[in-house]
C-alpha cells in the first residue's frame, strides 16, 4: 500500500507561482511514474505533468514553459514548480504514483491540494 500526502497549495495572483510537493511512503517499488493531475469545477480531471523513475517527463501542452517536475527519489517525494500562474490554473491538483509491475499497473492518489489563481 501506498500513502501520498500533498501540500503546497494556495490563494495566488495571477502571475505568481507555487510549489506543490508530495510525499510518498509505503511499498514504492523502483519502476514507477509519479505525477500530478488537476480537476477544475465541472471539468474532468486531467494530465498537468509526469515524471518517470526512467528520468522521462511529460507535460500537458497547457503548462509546458510554465511548470516544472521533478521528483527526489531518495525522499520518494515529487514536486511541482508552477510560475505564470493564470486563472485557468484554479483547479484541485491530485498527486499520482502509478507503481509498475510487469504488465500490471496499481495506481495511488492523494487527497487533494486546492489552488486558486485570482485575476
Known amino acids: 500500500q501506498v500513502q501520498l500526502v500533498e501540500s503546497g497549495g494556495g490563494l495566488v495572483q495571477a502571475g505568481g507561482s507555487l510549489r506543490l510537493s508530495c510525499a510518498a511512503s509505503g511499498s514504492i517499488l523502483r519502476n514507477n511514474n509519479m505525477g500530478w493531475y488537476r480537476q477544475a469545477p465541472g471539468k474532468q480531471r486531467e494530465l498537468v505533468a509526469i515524471a518517470t523513475s526512467g528520468g522521462i517527463t511529460n507535460y500537458a501542452d497547457s503548462v509546458k514553459g510554465r511548470f516544472t517536475i521533478s521528483r527526489d527519489d531518495a525522499k520518494s517525494t515529487v514536486y511541482l514548480q508552477m510560475n505564470s500562474l493564470t486563472p485557468e490554473d484554479t483547479a484541485v491538483y491530485f498527486c499520482?504514483?502509478?507503481?509498475?509491475?510487469?504488465?500490471?499497473?496499481?495506481?495511488?492518489w492523494g487527497q487533494g491540494t486546492q489552488v486558486t489563481v485570482s485575476s
Open positions: 499520482n504514483v502509478r507503481i509498475i509491475v510487469g504488465i500490471l499497473q496499481y495506481d495511488y
